[in-house]
């Protein structure tokens, strides 16, 4: 039999205060990203603020500083991005905009590089035009989504194991969600649809990591009812699960490194965002979730059933 | 699991993978088919290629390549009790548009109070279908200005131009001496072929040119018509590098002080290249409008007796009352059919037209010129304004890309997580991957068989089912080694394993289906594509990597060793 691991015996409860303060840490960071989202501080993708991105390529060679030089000649606040494609000198060229005639603005940046670049033709491979109100309904639509899920999840488990359970699996997944949020931020990531949608996947498959955990102590619980503290049904509980936390983890973060690797642009942030979720929500699953259901134990006992 | 149930599920996953290769078969047809193959085959059997086309798995804009476009309709401009109105007549118009440029499986349906989205998979030719489908401004018919006031006006703004002596295309001369250039060229051809001149048959009476014994000279004194040709007509036709300036020209103060307040210069929709050189004509119309598009009923494209394209069209009664009093004042003169401001086309009239009447094209035109103007004259104006809000044009290369790196980065991922589980699993594995297989192969043909479009976030989507379906085999077969470990026989262990499994299977694929449906319901086209693939494969999931594995397990009665 090949194990990952052997048999654990790991006190991960004895280390919630450690968790407790790294998680507040980035919380906090990242709930200052949602806020900065909410204030248009952030870099939100186009698909939110509304603006038009173009791909394609030149002829002959051009660089990113003259294209954003030109660009900003016309009176365009551009952002360049090389793309490596199997054809030279691939641009995408991003402006965002106020107005909503997308139409209009794709012809003036084309015309533009039509002007500029004489005799390097830019052929086009794909055009985004979308308009603020698009990006005004598309960010009503991302924050119901991210609500009706939390809200589901937590009604689902309410039903399913006990309100304290609901509620501590929330605030775990949750907490995923605002850490990569975090590190989003840091990193200067946009904030584009697919990532939201990349972010809306993590909290199904966060809560679907909680909800094993949970599913094990609740078995343990009934177990060990005369016998053991509630700590320690926890530890073993997560003990007990924890090859199969980190197996599934690893097999499912290999299929996202090899999107993240040669998947594209199209879905590169989208898998970053949810390699990034999964790694965290691993750790939540663990340090987060049961702790909170142990110090609402601690502080208001209530006999689980 | 008894005996009957085992065999009832065995006949049930052998007619599954039946199904299921029935249904992917086209797919796989159309999909191992080269590129020349189906050229081949568009040309001997068309109607099997688009049903095939029809049945294979659809693939989405982002893969295929295509046009997405939002339409917001302008209600400001439509009285309160119209205005829903408005928008369902919009989008049927758009349809009506759409339907003929013959674009399999376009998408045509109504977003919230105001919207049209219109997909429109593997087009080519965007520029056409946008100015399709954009096309706002109401259908008018105007007269053209006669020969001789003609040459008046232009005379007038010749006039005011050299006066402001101003010299600002000195320095552009090379490109006026182009003008003069494909001139010369024309008229050798002229001379060559005689005096006829192909595209004049309708839309053209015979008149001298403007510029035609016009010297060099001209470039001062004539500022305005050294940049217009006229090949003969009721029009101008004006080198496309020089619109800029007759643009220039015509918005300049002293022109406007001298056009007379009842005409309008009008450029036609669409440029023609004669002669290598790249043309667009500039009409001078009357601006009272004659006749509206709303009286038309009907207008279909054909071919004359000598098979030439012509659009025939049918008008209201009270719209023929108009047009035969129009017409029948007007014989011999063109009238200018005007959309969004821009003349589409520029017949004369023959003869006084009461309800319906022929469009003869020129005879240089081809079939499409009619299609485009009977579909121009059918649908008519639109009922309100519309507006692009949203425009995106995936082309074919970077479908291309996407489909390359979509399939590799899933025969990849896919391939490691199988070998992964033989590894860790053993034998045990490998049934957890048998299972995967049919998870994917059931997926798409479920896929298929809805109907169901194949995006790059959908891709990804299979993955992460794929992960998720290893998830579940993963939890059966630590609970499994956990029995065992404590204890159990066997045959014990597998029983409490699947059983004990369950209820963390159940709970956590509820919950990622809870997910995806909030996604479908919020997500655009892409992430609805991811949605689908989701929460489809994680409910096939649940059969293949818990009930097949199971039947699996069960085909052996007694187990004294197990590979796990």
């Known amino acids: 039999m090949l194990e990952l691991l052997k048999k654990t015996n790991i006190d991960f409860m004895g280390k919630r205060k450690y968790a407790f303060i790294f998680s507040g840490i980035m919380v906090i960071l990242g709930i200052a990203a949602f806020i900065a989202i909410f204030l248009g501080k952030a870099d939100l993708g186009i698909d939110f603020t509304g603006g038009t991105v173009l791909q394609g390529y030149f002829e002959k060679e051009v660089t990113i500083g003259e294209l954003r030089a030109a660009m900003s000649r016309n009176g365009y606040d551009a952002s360049i991005q090389s793309l490596h494609r199997e054809l030279p000198h691939y641009f995408l060229i991003r402006v965002k905009s106020t107005t909503d005639d997308v139409t209009k603005i794709a012809e003036d940046l084309l015309g533009i590089l039509e002007k500029e670049f004489p005799g390097n033709k830019y052929h086009k491979d794909s055009v985004d035009g979308i308009g603020p109100a698009v990006g005004k309904t598309l960010q009503r639509q991302a924050r119901l989504a991210v609500l009706l899920a939390a809200a589901g999840m937590l009604i689902y488990i309410w039903i399913r194991f006990d309100f304290r359970f609901g509620v501590a699996a929330t605030v775990a997944t949750f907490h995923d969600v605002f850490v990569v949020l975090a590190i ?70 290999f299929s996202l490194l090899v999107i993240i690797f040669i998947g594209g642009e199209v879905v590169h942030d989208f898998a970053l965002a949810l390699f990034l979720g999964i790694i965290i929500g691993t750790y939540s699953s663990i340090y987060i979730a049961s702790p909170i259901v142990l110090e609402w134990e601690k502080r208001a006992p209530k006999r689980f059933k | 699991m008894s005996k009957k149930s085992r065999s009832y599920l065995t006949v049930l996953i052998v007619f599954l993978i039946a199904a299921s290769l029935w249904y992917l078969y086209p797919s796989i047809k159309l999909w191992s088919m080269s590129d020349s193959d189906k050229q081949a085959l568009k040309t001997t059997e068309p109607q099997d290629l688009i049903s095939l086309e029809k049945k294979a798995l659809k693939l989405g804009l982002d893969l295929k390549g295509g046009m997405h476009v939002v339409l917001q309709v302008d209600q400001s401009k439509v009285k309160e009790d119209e205005r829903k109105d408005a928008v369902d007549r919009a989008l049927e118009i758009i349809r009506n548009r759409v339907d003929q440029f013959g674009v399999t499986e376009p998408l045509i349906v109504k977003q919230g109070n105001d919207r049209v989205v219109v997909e ?55 490109e006026t001496s182009k003008v003069k250039e494909t001139e010369e060229k024309k ?10 001149k192909p595209e004049s048959t309708s839309d053209t009476t015979d008149t001298s040119t403007f510029l035609g ?125 005007i959309l969004d401001g821009r003349v589409v086309s520029a017949p004369t009239i023959q003869s006084k ?55 590799l980065s899933g025969i990849i991922g896919f391939c490691a997580v199988l070998l992964f589980m033989v590894i860790y699993y053993k034998l045990s594995g490998l049934i957890a991957d048998f299972a995967l297989c049919l998870n994917l192969l059931f997926l798409m043909a479920a ?15 299979i993955l992460l089912t794929a992960g998720m379906s290893v998830d579940a085999n993963v939890l059966i077969f630590e609970r499994i080694r956990e029995e065992m470990r404590s204890g159990k026989t066997i045959r014990a262990a597998i029983d409490a394993g699947y059983k004990r499994a369950m209820s963390a299977i159940i709970d956590s694929n509820l919950t990622t289906i809870l997910t995806a449906v909030v996604l479908f319901q919020f ?42």
Do not use: C
């Open chain 2, 353 to 407: 037209i009461r309800d319906t009447g022929v469009i003869t094209m020129g005879g240089a035109a081809i079939f499409e010129e009619a299609v485009d103007l009977a579909i121009v004259l059918r649908a008519g104006a639109l009922p309100a304004p519309v507006k692009i809000i949203e425009n995106r044009v995936i082309g074919p290369s970077l479908g291309q890309d996407s489909i390359r790196k979509g399939t």
């Open chain 1, 184 to 253: 989003f931020f840091i990193l200067h990531k946009e904030i584009t649809l697919l990532v939201v949608s990349g972010l809306l996947t993590l909290v199904g498959y966060s809560i679907n990591d909680k909800v094993v955990v949970f599913d094990r102590v609740r078995e343990n619980l009934r177990l060990f009812r005369k016998r053991g503290d509630f700590i320690t049904t926890l530890n073993i509980s997560i003990n007990e699960v924890l090859s199969r936390t980190l197996i599934t983890g690893i097999t499912v973060l």
């Open chain 2, 447 to 461: 896929m298929s068989a809805l109907h169901a479009t194949l995006t790059m976030p959908g891709i990804a989507g």
């Open chain 2, 523 to 564: 997500g655009t086209g892409p992430i609805k594509g991811f949605a689908v693939t989701l929460s489809l494969g994680i409910a096939i999931s649940l059969f293949t990597a818990v009930v097949i594995t199971r039947v699996i397990f069960e085909l052996r009665k007694e187990y004294t060793t197990l590979s796990i």
């Open chain 2, 187 to 196: 008229k050798i051809a002229q001379d060559l072929f005689g005096k006829e």
């Open chain 2, 213 to 337: 014994e016009e010297e060099e000279e001209a470039d001062r004194e004539k500022p305005f018509t050294s940049l217009l040709e006229n090949p003969g007509g009721y029009y101008f036709e004006v080198l496309i590098e020089d619109k800029p300036k007759v643009d220039l020209l015509l918005n300049d103060p002293k022109v406007k002080e001298v056009m007379p307040p009842d005409n309008e210069f009008a450029w036609a929709t669409r440029t023609e290249v004669i002669q290598g050189a790249e043309y667009q004509k500039l009409y001078l119309v009357k601006k009272p409008m004659e006749f509206s598009g709303k009286y038309l009923l009907d207008a279909t494209p054909q071919y004359d007796q000598y098979h030439k394209p012509e659009v025939r069209f049918t008008l209201t009664k009270e719209g023929g009352r108009r047009f035969a009093r129009l017409t029948g004042a007007n014989v011999g003169k063109p009238l200018a059919i």
């Open chain 2, 120 to 174: 429109l998979p593997g087009l080519q030719d965007v520029e056409r279908a946008q100015a399709l489908i954009g096309q706002t401004a109401q259908l008018e018919f105007k007269l053209l200005e006669s020969d001789e006031n003609t040459k008046t006006i232009l005379k007038k703004i010749d006039e005011v131009l050299a006066q402001k002596k101003e010299t600002p295309f000195k320095e552009e001369k090379p």
